[in-house]
């Protein structure tokens, strides 16, 4: 379809003959979707069926509920980073700092502080924010690449978070005894407001694709074949329906427990608001720009330096949200955290999803997908009884696969997202 | 004959930009002395010269990359003082440097508005976005390009020069500075520019354009100003130059074998 104006009625899928390449080309769009999702799904979708083969348990309500609060950490962690892949940067401290986090919201809640959970999560979350804010300013100041800020952040945080814990608790140890952020993970919604959950978002997705395609419309813009979206929503919502019959189902073996863990909703809030400032506000835009061409972004006027350090502060924020998830999961905190590895597996949730490590491409979506991945990984192994050093190397060999796929995607199709 | 500053033929009210005793020194070294020019509104008008002659010191002083150290510049026939980038954009002049600066991963429309995007409540507002950027499109008859959602990263040389033109203009622009446009382009890509830069100035648009392939320069100027060590060696219509005689211009800064043709306008 042309620009120019003068063109009478454009050469749309409308048009007769031409037909089965334009199928063929219709169907190569909806492949690579709008964030070229489908090949992961798919590896997804062999993993689960593999996993299901070997172990009858795998798709059991029980065990993919335990899979998502598994995943849920990788995904909040992952999407901390996708605030800083998206500028080429990164944060290789972010484990630790949701260490800290965790032992922070743990400690205050605690009776000798009593803090009211919210009060505790904010200040917990105000902390990570504020080691972003550190990162960010050193990178920026000195001009030190962040690869190597980070690495001494995760030793110094690692540091701060074992002294936080140890000064407060006993044997390293210390235990999450408030109802609310015990339950962040552990709790879960009644059926009913699952399925409300559930099909308000699908409705809202719906509508708003459905909104935009009409308004493209009408404004005389290119618009995708409507089917595309019909596609989607139905994709969507059956997605949506069997997450719900699973969330919903009794897993419980002695009491009855039914629907979605308060961790998933967590999950999409996270998701939303991300993908929301990354999509639909000029701080995301200009994130993509300084990852694609900071020097370009510059001479159009984007203060590169604020929109660096609002990406730092903003992985802090999401880590520390992935702390108080963690602390929940944790039933409290213990100074054996291994933030270093985590951080790894963040990275590679992202990336895996389809996250660049070079900058200026990847969405929120892509951590989420890709840490439900790696939870996949670790969560059917364990079930299929295979040993913990080869969970290991199945995991990074995923990742080497992941990372030489979005090499390969730069250097040939610059289409792909 | 020739050397100096040449005669200034138009007076000031007609011109769009104009420049009078313009120097610039970094330290000892002296980039640009004395240089006096004119630019009228509409008229493309090339800049031309070897490496070293003051060319990139002059639009850059123009576009407000540095201060000059003596002299001044008038836009309208009003003094201006054009201190920063912005300065530059705010009086109505657009520079596309030969890097173009634009984002690959970003799409057309995205590339266009990017540092100045439209919001409505805080949300960018893709739509009306898009329909400027097709008008301005349309307006500079590039017609090459598939849809206004394209990525950047996907187009070929020519189709990235007019989208750097393009989102020059886009914020209304009296004049557009183009550093090399053509370098490292193809045939038909060269074309394709040339033709855009047509298109500016029929629009009324005022176009510097700095090249070193002379081809393009008698194919589109309407004037020719030579640089020769930091000074301006020559500013005359494009008839009073063949290809002999732009040549040794800027390759001695004087006529001493004197063209036909411009022996006579001299």
């Known amino acids: ?417 | 004959m020739g050397n100096g500053g040449s005669e200034v033929e138009t007076s000031a009210p007609q011109s769009l930009l104009g420049m009078r005793g313009l120097s610039k020194h970094f330290g000892p070294v002296q980039a640009m002395q004395n240089v006096d020019l004119e630019v009228k509104a509409g008229e493309v008008l090339a800049l031309i010269g070897d490496n070293g002659a003051g060319k990139s010191t002059l639009i850059k002083t123009i576009a407000g990359i540095w201060a000059p150290s003596a002299g001044k510049i008038f836009w309208k026939g009003k003094e201006v003082h054009i201190h920063s980038p912005r300065d530059a954009a705010d009086l109505g002049i657009a520079t596309v440097y030969q890097d173009l600066a634009l984002c690959d991963n970003l799409d057309i429309v995205q590339n266009m508005y990017l540092g100045r995007e439209e919001t409505r409540l805080g949300i960018l507002n893709e739509i009306e976005m898009e329909i400027t950027t097709r008008k301005t499109l349309a307006d500079l008859s590039v017609t090459t390009v598939k849809s206004a959602r394209q990525l950047v990263g996907s187009l070929s040389g020519g189709q990235r020069q007019a989208v750097a033109v393009a989102r020059a203009v886009m914020r209304e622009s009296e004049m557009v500075i183009l550093d090399e446009p053509t370098a490292a382009l193809g045939v038909s890509q060269t074309a394709q520019v040339l033709e855009l830069i047509k298109t500016l100035s029929s629009q009324g648009i005022a176009v510097l354009v700095i090249s070193h392939n002379l081809v393009d320069v008698f194919a589109v100027a309407d004037r020719i100003a030579v640089m020769y060590l930091g000074a301006m060696v020559h500013t005359g219509p494009i008839g009073d130059y063949d290809t002999a005689s732009a040549v040794e211009l800027i390759t001695t800064g004087t006529l001493g074998r004197a063209g036909t043709s411009v022996s006579s306008a001299l």
């Open chain 1, 1 to 417: 379809m042309s620009i120019s104006h003068e063109q009478g009625p454009t050469p749309g899928p409308a048009a007769p003959g031409a037909t089965l390449s334009n199928v063929k080309s219709q169907l190569k769009t909806l492949w690579q979707g709008d964030t070229g999702l489908v090949p992961v799904l798919l590896g997804l979708l062999v993993l689960v069926i593999y996993f299901q083969i070997r172990s009858s348990v795998f798709l059991s309500a029980g065990n993919l509920t335990n899979l998502f609060t598994q995943a849920t950490i990788f995904v909040l962690l992952g999407m901390a980073e996708v605030w800083l892949l998206l500028l080429g940067d990164i944060d290789l401290s972010l484990g630790y700092v949701m260490g800290l986090s965790a032992a922070i919201a743990t400690i205050l809640v605690d009776n000798q502080f009593h803090l009211s959970w919210i009060l505790a999560m904010l200040v917990a979350v105000g902390v990570s924010t504020f080691i972003g804010f550190l990162h960010g300013t050193i990178v920026i100041r000195l001009r030190l690449p962040s690869f190597i800020v980070t690495l001494a952040g995760l030793l110094v945080w690692e540091g701060v978070m074992i002294w936080t814990i140890d000064s407060n608790g006993s044997g390293g140890t210390i235990a999450l005894n408030e109802k609310v952020m015990y339950d962040l993970v552990s709790g879960q919604l009644t059926v009913l407001v699952t399925w409300v959950f559930v099909l308000v978002l699908v409705a809202f997705m719906g509508y708003s694709m459905v909104r935009t395609y009409q308004k493209r419309l009408a404004s005389g813009l290119d618009v995708k074949p409507f089917y595309f979206i019909i596609v989607k929503v139905v994709v969507l919502a059956i997605a949506g329906i069997v997450m719900v019959l699973v969330f919903n189902a009794n897993r419980g073996s002695f009491t009855v427990i039914r629907g979605m863990p308060f961790a998933v909703p967590i999950d999409f809030a996270v998701l939303g608001g991300g993908s929301f400032l990354l999509t639909k506000t000029r701080p995301g835009r200009y994130l993509y720009a300084i990852g694609g061409n900071s020097e370009g972004a510059r001479r159009a006027g984007v203060n590169v330096n604020r929109y660096r350090l609002m990406a730092f502060m903003l992985a802090g924020f999401t880590a520390g949200i992935a702390g108080l998830l963690y602390a929940s999961r944790l039933g409290g905190i213990s100074d054996g955290v291994d933030g270093g590895n985590l951080v790894l597996l963040a990275v590679a949730s992202a990336v895996i999803g389809g996250c660049s490590l070079y900058g200026g491409r990847g969405r929120m979506i892509h951590a989420v997908i890709g840490g439900v991945v790696i939870a996949t990984v670790y969560n059917g192994m364990a079930l299929v009884g295979i040993a913990t050093s080869a969970q290991y190397i199945v995991t990074g060999l995923v990742l080497l696969a992941a990372v030489s796929v979005d090499s390969l995607a730069r250097r040939g199709n610059t289409m792909l997202r």
